[in-house]
């Protein structure tokens, strides 16, 4: 899939118009660690490096520098919004900077795909990273070289080993919670051999999985992560930055606090899951500002629950498997908790950092309701976008009565007449919007019922209802096919009751219905979306999420729209009345053939 470039988002509220934030741990923490200086002492050395690059440079001109850390291996999702939000946005309310640093550690293939749509995300959602006149875009496999370097330190200084044991050695030998780990029989090695052994594993000596090197901490902590954590393995790929410099690769947990380091971070912000890895962060860190490596203050690190949604996954592992089964249409399919597919279907940055910041920040996890993120998109959406009528399944209205009652034209035919609404209720300064009602218009299939069950106040023999912003038409009663099927429906208008004129309210109906005109209404495709996923929680305790993918999840239909709607160019988002939120789909459509995606429906129809 290609990604074009972000244009500058429409129908958007201003950002004045977002609520005041309640406070968080996190910003506790920010706060009293900018009021006590925590961070004062810290240099910039203009980009990332040693210590005494930084040592070199002048007083850090960001208060706090945080990052937000993606492997580039797929498409961002709901869960990602949270992480970037809480960073990027952390940064600014305390005159900070955010890092985007794409953690490509990994000599995986990075594909750039995944680095453009990334890129292409973050900006969608309102951040940016160029502060201080530079570029805060960073690749983790820049930091190769000083990750070696740091690795020769520690087995310098008596810190780290290279252990021959098999990998299943190693497992077998660390222990697990009740029972201490068992020291390596290479745990001694002097660092001189040490040092041999490690350059020969640079150097292609050996083969793939024959040896590691590995930290020299503890085998008897009860903390499992600080017996001996392994630092680097050979693995003979090539990287798609370094290409075939290297054939050893560091292990994530040693590569992040490097990372944060050699950029400045003062709070490394994670998840839960990386609580556990803290007290090796901390004693690799330390060892290293030993050594001179690094300054102090080292950055720490703080970990808060994960964004859990209910009717969503966010693993990316999973995710791929919808795309590539074609359970979706791709990643941005609209109905993928994908960033990309959020935004086809019509979701609004604003709306994902209203739920970004609803959804909280705590240690304590739990799960966000769907309806909360359909919530925030109705609220960004009501005051911003343009009202339109459609009709999802159209039945024509056939007026017998118009010609004698509106008159006709020169040729004999029935006149038009010309209709307006607001384009907006509450904003009059948006104008209006122009359609014409004639002897035939479209409406909506379920507003008659040639026997009406009880509580019906709209169409059916004998009752009256307003055309919104037109006229009040009597239902006369209805045609039907062979089959018995309704074919259309029979009215006939009661004059004088024009919406607007004076006395058009003389005549009292109970039921209103939208409709859109024959002569000028607009065939257009539109895709009705709903959730994904039957159940709440798809993959919880191991379940095969696939088994609950929701069948009925897209239901195309052939619509008929105002005229307004000629103008609507991809990502514009409107309010179908009666219906919900709508927006031009940003991949298919044209003004010649146009394509409307639901977004979310004017009430929350799952809670009943
Ligand atoms: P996945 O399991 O989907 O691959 P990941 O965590 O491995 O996700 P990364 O690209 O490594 O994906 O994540 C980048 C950042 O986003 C990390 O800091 C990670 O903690 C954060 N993140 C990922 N999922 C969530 C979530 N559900 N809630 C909050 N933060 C998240
Ligand atoms: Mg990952």
């Given at each position: ?153 520690l087995i310098t200084a008596g810190h780290a080993y290279v252990d021959e044991q098999s990998a299943e050695e190693i497992r077998i030998n660390r222990g697990d919670f009740s029972r201490p780990g068992v020291d ?22 050996h083969l793939d999985g024959s040896m590691v090197l590995r930290a020299r901490i503890d085998m008897a902590s009860p903390n499992i992560n600080m017996r001996d954590p392994t630092i680097y393995r050979i693995r ?337 988002r409107f309010q179908f009345e009666r219906h919900g939120y709508f927006v031009a789909d940003r991949v298919d459509h044209t003004p010649a053939k146009p394509v409307f995606n639901l977004s979310v429906g004017l ?6």
């Amino acid at each position: 899939m290609s990604t074009p470039p972000s244009k500058p988002a429409k129908n958007t509220a201003p950002a004045a118009a977002e609520p005041a934030k309640p406070s968080n741990f996190l910003r506790q923490i920010i706060e009293s660690d900018l009021a006590n200086g925590v961070n004062a002492s810290r240099r910039w050395g203009g980009s990332p490096g040693d210590g005494a690059h930084h040592a070199a440079g002048g007083p850090d001109p960001a208060r706090i520098r945080t990052r937000f850390p993606p492997e580039p291996n797929g498409y961002l999702h709901i869960g990602h919004a949270k992480s970037i939000c809480l960073n990027f946005g952390l940064a600014q309310e305390y005159g900070g900077v955010c890092h985007l640093r794409f953690d490509d550690t990994n000599p995986e293939k990075e594909d750039k795909e995944f680095v453009d749509a990334i890129v292409d995300t973050v900006h969608w959602l309102g951040f940016d990273w160029e502060a201080h006149g530079c570029k805060h875009l960073y690749h983790a496999s820049d930091y190769f070289d000083f990750m070696y370097r740091a690795a020769e330190y520690l087995i310098t200084a008596g810190h780290a080993y290279v252990d021959e044991q098999s990998a299943e050695e190693i497992r077998i030998n660390r222990g697990d919670f009740s029972r201490p780990g068992v020291d390596s029989p290479f745990r001694n090695r002097s660092p001189e051999e040490n040092l041999t052994r490690f350059r020969e594993m640079r150097d292609g000596g050996h083969l793939d999985g024959s040896m590691v090197l590995r930290a020299r901490i503890d085998m008897a902590s009860p903390n499992i992560n600080m017996r001996d954590p392994t630092i680097y393995r050979i693995r003979r790929a090539p990287h798609h930055n370094t290409g075939d410099k290297w054939c050893i690769y560091p292990m994530y947990a040693y590569a992040h606090p490097i990372e944060d380091a050699l950029e400045q971070i003062t709070h490394s912000i994670c998840t839960l899951e990386f609580e556990d890895q803290r007290p090796w962060y901390d004693w690799l860190l330390a060892r290293l500002i030993e050594g001179g490596l690094l300054t102090a203050p080292p950055p720490r690190q703080y970990e808060f629950a994960r964004l859990n949604l209910t009717y969503v996954i966010t693993s990316k592992r999973k995710l791929a498997a919808l795309v590539y089964d074609h359970k979706v249409s791709g990643w941005d399919d609209p109905r993928m908790p994908t960033l990309v597919g959020l935004r086809r279907r019509g979701y609004t940055p604003e709306s994902i950092r209203l739920l970004a910041e609803r959804a909280g920040t705590s240690k304590a996890g739990g799960w966000t309701d769907y309806s909360s993120l359909e919530g925030c998109l109705r609220e960004t959406l009501e005051e911003v976008a343009p009202r339109a009528m459609a009709v999802l399944d159209p039945i024509k209205l056939v007026i017998s009565n118009w010609d004698a009652v509106i008159g006709v034209d020169a040729d004999g035919n029935g006149r038009l007449d010309e209709c307006s609404a607001p384009v907006h209720p509450h904003r009059p300064e948006l104008g209006r919007r122009q359609f014409a009602m004639g002897s035939e218009v479209w409406i909506e299939r379920g507003d008659f019922m040639e026997t009406p069950s009880k509580g019906f106040f709209r169409l059916y023999p004998g009752n009256k209802v307003r055309l919104k912003y037109g006229h009040v038409i009597e239902c006369t009663g209805c045609s039907k096919g062979p089959d018995g099927a309704v074919t259309a429906v029979h009215a006939t208008l009661i004059p004088d009751t024009k919406s607007g004129t004076p006395g058009s309210d003389n005549i009292k109906v109970k039921g209103v219905i939208t409709w859109v005109g024959v002569s000028d209404g607009l065939p257009a495709e539109v895709r009705l979306y709903d959730r994904l996923f039957t159940e709440p929680q798809p993959d919880a305790g191991g379940r095969d999420f696939l088994a609950s993918l929701n069948p009925d999840s897209l239901r195309v239909v052939q619509a008929i729209v105002e005229p307004s709607l000629a103008q609507a160019q991809p990502d514009d988002r409107f309010q179908f009345e009666r219906h919900g939120y709508f927006v031009a789909d940003r991949v298919d459509h044209t003004p010649a053939k146009p394509v409307f995606n639901l977004s979310v429906g004017l009430k929350d129809t799952w809670a009943r």
